[in-house]
C-alpha cells in the first residue's frame, strides 16, 4: 500500500499526515510514504497527466492521496483523476465541495456532521502515541502567546503559573515558551516569583520533537488555552491536561470547543494536579487509520 501526500511544507499540516500515516503503517507494515511538494505538481502538467494516467514526480502509483492546507485540495482533486483507483483524504474542511473527495477528516469544532465520506475527529490529527513513559509528579508548562482569538495577559498568566508552583510543591516543573509568547515574558517571570522550582527551556533553545518528548515524560500538561492543538497533543500522549486561561478577543469554534473540553471533564482549569481529570484515552489518528484501512481491503 502506498501513500502520496501533498505538501505545503507548512510543519502543522505535515503533523497530521505523517500521524495518519504512522497510525496506518502501525496497523499495515506494507504501507510506505511519499511526499511531494506543491512545485513538483504544476497544475498544467496534472491536466496533461488526465490522459496518460501517471504523474513523473511520483514514484508509484497510490493507494491513497493526502492533502492537508488548501491549497492542496485542486491538486489532491486531480490526483484522484490521474489515479482513479487511489482514495483521496482531506485532512481538514475542504475548500472544494466534499463529493470531490473520497473521504474527509475533519475536526468536530468545524461543525460538519459525520457521513460516509466525512470522518468526524476530536481536534486535528497528530503523530503523537501514548508510549507510556510519564514520569509521576513531572509536570509540563506549555505557553503559546498573542493569536486572533486571544490576547496575552502577562499577568494573569503569570499568576496561574504562580498558583500551579505554589499547590505541587513536590512536583517537578518544566516550563517552555512558543514563537508567539512575548520575547520579555521570561525575564518578567523570573522578576517576580522564585523560579527554584522550575526549570525553563525557552522554544528558540528546544531541539524539534523535544516539546513530544517531553509529553512523553510529564504526568501532566499546563498549557495556555490559545493552543488547543497542543491540549489534543497532550492527551493523545495520556497526559493530564490543565488549561490556563487567557483573555479571549472573540468566540468562535475554536473557543467553543475548548469550552467543550472543559464542560466534559476531559480537561480541566484546575492548578492542582490531582484535581484535573484522569487521563483519556485520545486514539483518533488510529481509529481513523482503521476507518481508512477497512474501506481500502474492501474495495
Known sequence: MHIVYVSDAKAGHRSQALGLYQA?????????FEEI?????PLLSLFKCLFSHQVDAIRQAPDFIFGVGSH???????LGKVYPQAKTVILMKPSLPIHCFDYAVIPEHDGIAASERVIVTQGALNP?????????????????????RHQWNEDKVLSSIQHILE???????ILTTSRRTPEHFLDYLKQQIDVKQLQIFPVEQTPQGWIFEQMQLAETVFVTEDSVSMMFEALTAGCRVGVIAMDRLKQDRITQAVD??????IVGTQTIVAQLPPQQTFKEAERVA?????????Q
Open 128 to 148: 503523537i502515541e501514548n508510549e507510556h513513559r510519564h514520569q509521576s509528579n513531572r509536570i509540563l508548562i506549555a505557553l503559546g502567546g498573542h493569536s486572533k
Open 167 to 173: 499547590q505541587n510543591p513536590q512536583c517537578q516543573i
Open 260 to 265: 467543550a473540553l472543559i464542560q466534559d471533564q
Open 72 to 78: 492542496t485540495h485542486f491538486r489532491v482533486w486531480l
Open 24 to 32: 496506518i503503517h502501525r496497523q499495515n507494515s506494507n504501507s510506505s
Open 290 to 298: 482503521t476507518y481508512l484501512l477497512k474501506s481500502y481491503s474492501g
Open 37 to 41: 511538494q506543491l512545485e513538483k505538481l
